[in-house]
């Protein structure tokens, strides 16, 4: 991928923060409602229904309709569909799927972006492959949160990131792909702004990370090689080898204590601990 844009990280007042936060909450409620409803037989667009009613009885915009020519709630990524897999109402889901959902919501002019993996039917339904593929994915996330803090540059996330990912492959006994070709990225009063946050190791240590700052640590892992390519619609990304691949997201906030992941439910405060990482909440 070329160069990762201006070298610029928006910083948020403690007020902004909060406020981003209303909307990443809304984010984490909704994908935690969608993560206990979908089931065999279900579509995409069912869950993306689902997903609109929430957010927007919740005071929320389903932010991904904000893109241009994109008119959904959500990314409904199924199996070898890395991201961006369009919901629709002949996509059924089959137990044992492995599916990715991303969603976004605003609220009051402020963003969250959120996306986890599952296995349609639960664990018991997945293959043994997929299962360790989304816990690696996860762990990699949470890694590259913990990497993100006062006084270090950004692109120490992606060397987490990477380092996580290849533990995790040696772990499982293969080698997972980290997809290059789409990043985290800043976000707040936009749903997609600078800097982009690799996830994986480059040259450079990237802006310098101050309370404040606001972004989107959201790495997409492959059983197989991470090559890809662009569906005819024009926005699914699906693996070339036909691979399967996880992806996992959170908005994350730092501010001047440690951690606050805007799109957790609980604010991050198990995976920060478990990562190591400190907790450091506005409210």
Not at 38 to 54: K, N, S
Not at 207 to 234: F, W, Y
Not at 266 to 280: E, H, N, Q, V
Request: charge should be negative.
């Amino acid at each position: 991928m070329g160069l990762f844009g201006r070298e610029r990280l928006e910083l948020k007042s403690d007020e902004q923060l909060l406020r981003m936060r209303v909307a990443g909450l809304l984010v984490g409620q909704t994908l935690e409602l969608l993560a206990a409803e979908v089931r065999p037989g279900m579509t995409t667009l069912d869950l993306d229904t689902l997903a609109e009613a929430h957010i927007r009885d919740n005071g929320g915009i389903p932010n991904f309709q904000l893109v241009p020519g994109y008119s959904h709630t959500l990314c409904t990524s199924v199996n070898d569909e890395i991201v961006h897999g369009i919901p629709s109402a002949t996509k059924v889901l089959r137990e044992g799927d492995l599916l990715s959902i991303d969603c976004g919501a605003e609220v009051a002019g402020w963003n969250g972006d959120a996306a986890l993996s599952l296995v349609v039917g639960g664990p018991e339904a997945g293959r043994p492959e997929d299962l360790a593929l989304i816990a690696a994915t996860e762990a990699s996330a949470w890694a590259g949160i913990a990497a993100l803090r006062d006084g270090r540059g950004l692109y120490d996330v992606g060397a987490a990131v990477e380092d996580s990912i290849v533990a995790s492959g040696e772990r499982d006994g293969r080698e997972y792909g980290i997809v290059e070709d789409y990043v985290g990225h800043g976000i707040g009063r936009e749903m997609h702004m600078d800097p982009q946050v690799p996830n994986y190791r480059v040259q450079g240590k990237g802006p310098t990370v101050r309370p404040g700052a606001t972004v989107c640590i959201e790495p997409m892992v492959t059983l197989g090689d991470q090559a890809n390519h662009v569906l005819a619609d024009d926005w699914t990304v699906s693996t070339d080898d036909g691979a399967r691949a996880a992806h996992w997201e959170h908005s994350v906030a730092v501010t001047r204590g440690g951690l606050w992941v805007l799109t957790a439910v609980d604010g991050g405060a198990a995976g920060l601990a478990a990562a190591g990482a400190t907790f450091a909440p506005l409210s």
